[in-house]
């Protein structure tokens, strides 16, 4: 065992030392065996949610009634779930009843692909009852069981057979695929933050050109929202695509190349947050000056800087590389004159006593925005006696 696992061992001892089974379970097994960076470490049990409860000093019920338990140990979470086997997914959100058991093949009976129902016990042994380890170096996304028996029971495990395929760059056996093909009708009945959740993990795949393969054989997107209803965008999705570090960066992306579809109905039909409709705002913004003016301080200063890797990213995807050689956004940044306005050697007080006969008005905000942009571009020096100098030649419209 090593790293995150090492912590999260105690977890799974103080479970067994009061008599029940717990193991390391789904995508922490998988990405151990794949050396790959360890996500969120999920543990599966016997003992009942209320069990867990009692057993850990810092709890959150999450999910009491699915059996899910997030456990604070050591400041790290774990999330504890009690073996189950599921009902019917009939609002296509969660099973309409759970059924807790007490043997952990059950549980791993219900998962969704072979490579995501490996278990692992505390001293690293693997418990693999449907081939996940031999998948996982064949490289496939295969469902446990009938692919159109599981997909029929919760479709969103069409969209994350894709998810896995961009983030792991596996290929989709040929019966899976088949199934996909076959029951793909059914994601329409998906809540729409479901399918958004895991096409964000989606567009940060690694290997996304393989996901959007997948995407564009089985015609998904089809069902997608805003995408369903402008099929074409398939087309506009750059040969080139990287991994990208958020939904906005995807709509972004596709409001610069299809101005038509605003980035407010691609945030509203996809449920995002105000966050990213914000995020996706920078970005498209900063794309539209790249594109008239290239990448000068202006642009370095209005971003702001958590968008830095995003903005680079999409440049690199949009233009061609020879018109855009390596960007250092961070780099530029250092290079500032300026920061903020409030770093500006000039303020509203000071242009108000500069123009004593003029009211006060939305024309100080003008002129000092007009100032900033002057220092920020290098134009001017950021001195008291220059700016003001250069205001009394410049003098601010009125009104
Ligand atoms: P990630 O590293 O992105 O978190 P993950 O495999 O852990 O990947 P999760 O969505 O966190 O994926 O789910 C945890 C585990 O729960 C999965 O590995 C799988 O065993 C099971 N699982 C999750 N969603 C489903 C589903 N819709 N149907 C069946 N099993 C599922
Ligand atoms: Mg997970």
Redesign the pocket.
């Given at each position: 065992l090593k790293g995150p696992f090492l912590d999260a061992r105690d977890v799974i001892e103080i479970i067994e030392s009061n008599g029940h089974q717990a193991y390391f379970?789904?995508?922490?097994v998988?990405?151990l065996l794949l050396d790959r960076p360890i996500?969120?470490i999920?543990i599966t049990t016997s003992a009942p949610p209320n069990t867990v409860m009692n057993l850990f000093k810092e709890v959150i019920p999450v999910g009491i009634e699915h059996g899910t338990v997030i456990v604070r140990y050591n400041k790290e979470s774990y999330e504890v779930t009690t073996f189950r086997v599921e009902g019917e997914y009939s609002d296509h959100r969660h099973p309409d009843q759970v059924e807790f058991i007490d043997q952990l093949d059950k549980d791993?009976e219900?998962?969704?692909?072979t490579i995501?129902?490996l278990a692992m016990d505390k001293d690293g042994k693997i418990t693999d009852l449907f081939h996940g380890v031999e998948d996982l170096q064949k490289k496939v996304i295969r469902t446990v069981g009938s692919g159109v028996e599981?997909f029929t029971?919760?479709p969103?495990?069409v969209i994350?057979a894709l998810?896995?395929s961009s983030?792991l760059g596996f290929s989709i056996e040929d019966e899976t695929l088949a199934a996909i093909h076959q029951v793909k009708d059914q994601i329409d009945n998906l809540a729409v933050e479901r399918i958004t959740n895991e096409m964000t993990?989606f567009l940060s795949g690694n290997h996304v050109r393989v996901g959007l393969d997948y995407l564009n054989e089985t015609k998904i997107y089809n069902y997608l929202p805003v995408w369903s209803k402008h099929p074409e965008i398939i087309d506009i999705i750059p040969r080139n695509l990287q991994p990208l570090g958020s939904l906005a960066e995807f709509f972004a992306l596709l409001h610069f190349k299809m101005p038509s579809i605003s980035i407010q109905t691609w945030t509203k039909e996809w449920k995002c947050s105000n966050k990213e409709r914000t995020e996706a705002q920078h970005l498209i913004t900063a794309l539209a000056y790249f594109q008239d003016n290239g990448l000068d301080p202006w642009l370095v200063y209005q971003l702001p800087n958590h968008f830095y890797g995003g903005f680079t990213r999409l440049v690199h995807t949009i233009f061609t590389p020879s018109s855009v050689s390596q960007i250092d956004m961070e780099n530029l940044d250092s290079k500032l004159p300026i920061h903020s306005r409030k770093e500006l050697e000039i303020d509203g007080n000071i242009l108000i006593e500069l123009f004593p006969n003029v009211k006060k008005g939305p024309w100080i905000q003008k002129a000092l925005s007009r100032l900033e942009k002057e220092v920020v571009l290098g134009h001017l020096e950021n001195d008291q006696i220059i700016l003001k100098e250069w205001i009394k030649w410049n003098p601010p419209e009125i009104n």
């Open positions: 379970v789904g995508g922490c998988r990405d996500g969120d999920d791993l219900r998962r969704d692909f995501n129902a599981r029971e919760d969103l495990r994350r998810r896995f983030q993990k």
